[in-house]
């Protein structure tokens, strides 16, 4: 007995740890040589002891206090514009250097994926979707939601018009009234997403039951579709801070959430799956999403996957850019001013719903409205953190050696972050005001190129840009026609936005006054 345990320690390391460390150090020996070759040098650090850990505990006191966001996107002045760091299990690079997020967003798109922490992480709310799958899958969900973005169908401005009325209806009837915006907003990208890419629309802006917190309510217990996707979706965060962990948080509340979200989706599923439960009559020029997923499969699971994804870009992203749209025009009444001069000048006041309604082409070229929506992505980009993982040996341009000018180098399976928050306020790239809200910027030639990324770019470029664009155009058009003077009446202590996979205003309480 003892002398099999005395044999079997070094015939484990003979057969089996041997070979491994073999091949570990052939495998460094070969990184070390492709790093060599291709002239890069390490990346600043991140103080990393014990398994990163205190940088983790860190990270979790900022969360705690909502500040998150703010604290990861600090990291970059104190630390350098790419670095290495610890976190728990794994090594992340993080970079806000626009040669690099270009590297991994297009030139070496192929050198990269979403990874294994997206897809598995994700997985609970959203199973196989454009947002958690690489290769063939995702290629496959791009192609089919491709023609739904035709100019034809994004500069339908008729049918967001509908919606936006009903928003308009649900702001408070007399003057100087206090109202929150922001779960209005919600509702209408719900509304016009669901309309647009699968058919019908819920129509929440019509329930009696939306509440002033902009939840809508069935009962007494549940939450609502917005509640659930919420704490679903922070749930989604709190395991992306674990890494290679994010298992150990699965909590009912996570489960119980996800099973609501599924809930409202599968109504939609029920409808590809039963054409005649369908109220609407399905025309013959108009590409539906929904149409083209249910033409191609009966898995229900597949379906609700697909749709799922797709509501998540068109909802929380848009209503994001509206509500610090007005969060932050509400704290500039000059600029409030300024822009709805723009827009009178251009298109009336557009008394009784009728008037001068703004047509795409003509939203368009009111060019202060889009220096305005532009200013309001770069300080608050909807999708404000990101990441992508190696699938093989490569190289960023930037970042290494002291002065960070040399190429890094990034092996197979490398963790790399980047943050359009951080990127967009650069003192180097926008100027020393680059926390300022000011418009007028975007007449000076800033925000070329790969400097500002709230869509992304490359491949994986958003395919809703104009459509978000001209739904947010048309709304801050329509509401300012009517509103001659907008004031902050918000109530929150602390910090003003909720980070989940987006960012939006915790509330945008203003007051209005109709022209
Ligand atoms: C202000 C509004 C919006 C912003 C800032 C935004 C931003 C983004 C960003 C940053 C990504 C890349 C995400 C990643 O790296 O995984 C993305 C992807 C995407 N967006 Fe948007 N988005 C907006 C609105 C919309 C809307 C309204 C739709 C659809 C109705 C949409 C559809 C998509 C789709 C389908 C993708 C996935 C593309 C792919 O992976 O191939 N987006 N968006
Ligand atoms: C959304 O979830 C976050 C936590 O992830 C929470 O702080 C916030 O209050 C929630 N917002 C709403 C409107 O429920
Ligand atoms: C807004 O930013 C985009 C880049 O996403 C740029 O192409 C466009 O010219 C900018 N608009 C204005 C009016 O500066």
Known sequence: MELAFKLLFPLA???????????????????????????????????????GLPNWVRLMRAAKRGEALEHIANRYPTYGNTWKGRVLIGTTIGTIEPENIKAILATSFKDFSLGPERHDNFYPLLGDGIFTLDGAGWEHSRANLRPQFSREQVSDVEALEVHVQRLMDRLPGADGEAADLQPLFYCLTLDSATEFLLGESVDSLLSPKLIPTGTIS????????????????????QRARLRGLYWMVNPKKFRDANAI????????????????????????????????????????????????????????TTAGLLGFTFWL??????IYQKLREKILEAFGTGGDGEGKRPSFSALKD??????????TLRLYPSVPLNGRTAVRNTVLPRGGG??????????????????????????????????????????????????????????????????ALTEASYTVTRILQKYARIEVADTYTGPMMDLTLTIAPKEVLLRLWKA
């Open 402 to 467: 002291e002065d960070g000018l040399s190429p890094v180098f990034i092996p197979k399976g490398q963790r790399v972050d980047y943050t359009c928050y951080g990127l967009h306020r650069r003192k180097d790239l926008y100027g020393e005001d680059a926390d300022a809200f000011r418009p007028e910027r975007w007449g000076e030639g800033v925000g070329r190129g790969w400097d500002f990324l709230p869509f992304n770019g490359g491949p994986r470029i958003c395919l809703g840009q104009q459509y």
């Open 261 to 316: 979200v599924h809930r409202l989706v599968d109504r939609y599923v029920d409808m590809a799956l039963n054409p005649e439960k369908r109220t609407r009559k399905v025309s013959e020029n108009k590409y539906v999403f929904l149409d083209a997923i249910a033409a191609e499969t009966k898995d229900p699971k597949y379906l609700r996957d697909q749709i799922l994804n797709i509501l998540l870009a068109g909802r929380d």
């Open 218 to 237: 069935r009962g007494k217990e549940e939450m609502s579709f917005a509640q659930a996707f919420n704490v679903s979706q922070g749930y989604l965060i």
């Open 366 to 375: 009111v060019t202060y409205l889009r220096y305005v929506l532009n200013e």
């Open 329 to 334: 025009l509400a704290r500039h009444p000059h």
């Open 13 to 51: 390391t003979a057969f089996y740890l041997l070979p491994k460390l073999i091949a570990c150090l052939i495998i460094a020996h070969q990184n070390r040589k492709f790093a060599k070759s291709h002239n890069c040098l390490p990346p600043r650090r991140l103080p990393s002891s014990f398994l």
